[in-house]
T-cell receptor, first 116, second 110 residues
Framework: AQTVTQSQPEMSVQEAETVTLSCTYDTSESDYYLFWYKQPPSRQMILVIRQEAYKQQNATENRFSVNFQKAAKSFSLKISDSQLGDAAMYFCAYRSRTDYGQNFVFGPGTRLSVLP | NAGVTQTPKFRILKIGQSMTLQCTQDMNHNYMYWYRQDPGMGLKLIYYSVGAGITDKGEVPNGYNVSRSTTEDFPLRLELAAPSQTSVYFC?????????FGPGTRLTVT
């Protein structure tokens, strides 16, 4: 079974600075998706960024980028120019590309605080 | 599009009571899911559906039931509520490997 680990329960960053959230995963599959979701106090789960495992190029979305190391099974999220609105729980998630529905695995989350 | 909507937002149940959590999506997605999120934890899959009339168990299905009579609706039924079912419940739908989550239902069983 796949597992997702986020070793940092809490992180903090100064406004306008850069922070990196770590995520590692375990799988025997070669084709899959990885995601970072943001959950603000409103509890809505918001997709931040998505990476397809067969793509070597790291995904980027504005101030958010990932460092995807497939061999190391590592998928970290970098937030540049942090803003107060970035404060939230961040979940790393894995999904099998071929096994629909069943294998969507979330990590335990990292709570990010942004200091003014 | 309203996206994925869930009702109610909050609910308190007594042990042994039953209730249905409603979930509706207006994006014509075939895939729909129910997750629960316990305090300080990630999401765990309860049930999922790949289309109307088709449902299957996820990681933690015990104590729950689902039905999918239409593409839009995917209700989650709790029978004989237990304190262990105190959690936040998220409904989601997906298409082209993009997931859309509802706002969640906070359920307390006392």
């Amino acid at each position: 079974a796949q597992t997702v680990t986020q070793s940092q329960p809490e992180m903090s960053v100064q406004e306008a600075e850069t922070v990196t959230l770590s995520c590692t995963y375990d799988t025997s599959e070669s084709d899959y998706y990885l995601f970072w979701y943001k959950q603000p106090p409103s509890r809505q789960m918001i997709l931040v960024i998505r990476q397809e495992a067969y793509k070597q190029q790291n995904a980027t979305e504005n101030r958010f980028s990932v460092n995807f190391q497939k061999a190391a099974k590592s998928f970290s999220l970098k937030i540049s120019d942090s803003q107060l609105g970035d404060a939230a729980m961040y979940f790393c998630a894995y999904r099998s590309r071929t096994d629909y529905g069943q294998n969507f695995v979330f990590g335990p989350g990292t709570r990010l605080s942004v200091l003014p | 599009n309203a996206g994925v909507t869930q009702t109610p937002k909050f609910r308190i149940l007594k042990i042994g009571q039953s209730m249905t959590l409603q979930c509706t999506q207006d994006m014509n997605h075939n895939y729909m899911y129910w997750y629960r999120q316990d305090p300080g934890m990630g999401l765990k899959l309860i049930y999922y559906s790949v289309g109307a009339g088709i449902t299957d168990k996820g990681e933690v299905p015990n104590g729950y039931n689902v039905s999918r009579s239409t593409t839009e609706d995917f209700p989650l039924r709790l029978e004989l509520a237990a304190p262990s079912q105190t959690s936040v419940y998220f409904c989601a739908s997906s298409r082209d490997s993009r997931w859309y989550f509802g706002p969640g239902t906070r359920l307390t069983v006392t």
